[in-house]
């Protein structure tokens, strides 16, 4: 891979990992205000019904949850930036052969080429 796409590719990462570290700092607000207001019992605008608690728990886990995703997402956009670095990216783990550039641009953390995760893909059938 060129030095140019190289670049390009580490110009997506990094503009990826800013998406991600928006919607982790929005994720842990959410989460935290719904925390403090079932643990403070500020239920100010909210019945105390109990249908309404549980929707609030629902809401708190799923912000967990997202979080939780965003926080993998995030590593693994670190991970390949690292490859990047150490001048491993776009290789696959598999088969040590260049990852097709369109996959990169779909998957730009992936580590894997298509036919190899095709091949990986069959065998958990």
């Known amino acids: 891979m060129t030095k140019e796409r190289l670049e390009y590719f580490k110009n997506l990462l990094l503009e990826k990992r800013q998406e991600v570290l928006d919607r ?3 994720l842990r607000e959410v989460a ?3 925390t ?4 403070s019992g500020d239920h100010s605008g909210y019945t105390f019904h109990m249908a309404d608690q549980g929707t609030d728990a629902m809401e708190r886990e799923k912000a967990f949850l997202f979080l939780s995703r965003e926080e993998k997402y995030l590593q693994q956009i670190e991970q390949a930036l690292q490859r990047i ?3 491993e990216y776009g290789i696959c783990r598999v ?3 260049e990852i097709d550039e369109r996959r990169l641009e779909i998957v730009p ?3 894997i080429c298509v036919p190899c995760k095709q091949a990986e ?3 958990k059938v």
């Open 24 to 26: 982790i700092e929005h």
């Open 36 to 39: 403090y207001r079932e643990s």
């Open 121 to 123: 893909a069959k065998r």
């Open 95 to 97: 088969c040590g052969q």
């Open 109 to 111: 953390t992936t580590r």
């Open 32 to 34: 935290l205000e719904s």
């Open 85 to 87: 670095e150490l001048g």
